[in-house]
């Protein structure tokens, strides 16, 4: 038998000064700069964190050339593969969304996939070949399509990953991939999904989504356009079944520090005033008012934060503030003594 060797040639290459002096390339949004026309994204979550949801609307929102979370949206067709759950629930969601296709059409995959990965990319590709012009992708989730025997194992990943994206540029579309989250929630939103990083490294935007209670919290990274790094709660119009983006989880957090400490503050006022009305009614505080200590002792609360109410009382002349001796003492400012005695 003839040493038969296959020819192996140089790579390509790119001079540095040819790069440096190079056009920009332009890159566009199939959903404003959230996800570009072509390229590989994945979204992540916890089973029922509202993936399918969020990939749902996404796809009404291509075929209808509508606004996603608040992003323009180009119209074109959609390829849909729901591989898991029931039918009608795809289609009753697609109804309630206002699906018309009257600009760009969905098309919808729901069927058991080849036990080979191999086989179901090329069922893949024949029916992108007879449906065309799709400019989103989305497979519903990506585990079953793949088929991967180990998705831990980052060389079965890493080039399982690869044939997704040479898919989306063969095609100029975009893939939407979704997968299940681990059940540890860490700090790193990254480290979510379940299988190997390799998921996470070969695409170009990374959707993370998780419940707090019962409300949607979404995050993402991207190498193209503008992240969601700051943490976003989705609202949820359950009449539509429409997710938009509400505030960010942090200012959310903020809101209800500041109205809580306001309602502490108002308490505590209360509190000062009741206060001050008792002791006003004792022998000594009829005569000099009650000094501060007598005051601000029966409140409940830290001590700076009751400071900080009397004081502002003070400033307001809701009460006035006396020096005797090494005391300092408070009363009602003498208008309002005459009202209360009269």
Request: aromatic letters at 4%; a neutral charge; glycine letters at 8%.
């Amino acid at each position: 038998m003839s040493d038969e060797r296959k020819v192996v040639t140089p790579f390509q290459t790119i001079d540095g000064l040819d790069v440096v002096s190079g056009t920009d390339e332009v890159l566009t949004g199939l959903v404003g700069d959230l996800l570009a026309d072509v390229g590989v994204s994945m979204l992540v979550g916890k089973p029922k964190s509202g993936k399918s949801s969020f990939a749902r609307q996404l796809a009404v929102s291509v075929a209808e050339g509508r606004d996603f979370l608040g992003k323009e949206v180009k119209t074109g067709n959609v390829l849909y593969l729901s591989l898991e759950g029931p039918k009608h629930v795809v289609r009753n969601h697609f109804r309630a969304l206002g699906l018309t296709q009257t600009r760009g059409k969905v098309t919808l995959v729901h069927e058991h996939m080849p036990a080979q990965g191999e086989l179901g990319l090329e069922k893949l590709k024949l029916t992108l070949d007879r449906v065309k012009d799709v400019k989103l992708l989305v497979v519903d989730p990506i585990g079953k399509l793949l088929r991967l025997a180990n998705s831990d194992d980052y060389d079965q990943v890493q080039p399982a990953v690869e044939l997704l994206e040479k898919l989306a540029k063969q095609y100029t579309l975009q893939l939407l991939f979704l997968t299940h989250g681990k059940k540890k929630q860490t700090d790193d939103a990254g480290d979510s999904p379940i299988g190997s990083t390799a998921f996470r490294g070969g695409t170009d935007c990374n959707i993370f989504l998780r419940k707090q209670g019962q409300r949607r919290i979404i995050s993402t990274e991207q190498r193209w356009g503008a992240p969601i790094e700051d943490e976003t709660f989705l609202d949820y119009d359950r009449e539509r079944q429409e997710m938009s983006l509400g505030k960010k989880v942090e200012d959310e957090v903020e809101e209800k520090q500041e109205a809580r400490s306001a309602k502490t503050l108002e308490r505590i006022e209360r509190d000062l005033l009741s206060t001050l009305t008792f002791l006003s009614m004792t022998p000594e505080g009829r005569e000099n008012g009650p000094t501060q200590s007598q005051l601000l002792e029966p409140i409940q609360g830290k001590k700076i934060l009751k400071l900080q109410v009397l004081n502002r009382l003070v400033e307001d002349e809701r009460i006035t503030a006396h020096q005797d001796g090494n005391a300092l003492r408070y009363r009602f400012p003498v208008n309002q003594e005459s009202e209360k005695a009269a």
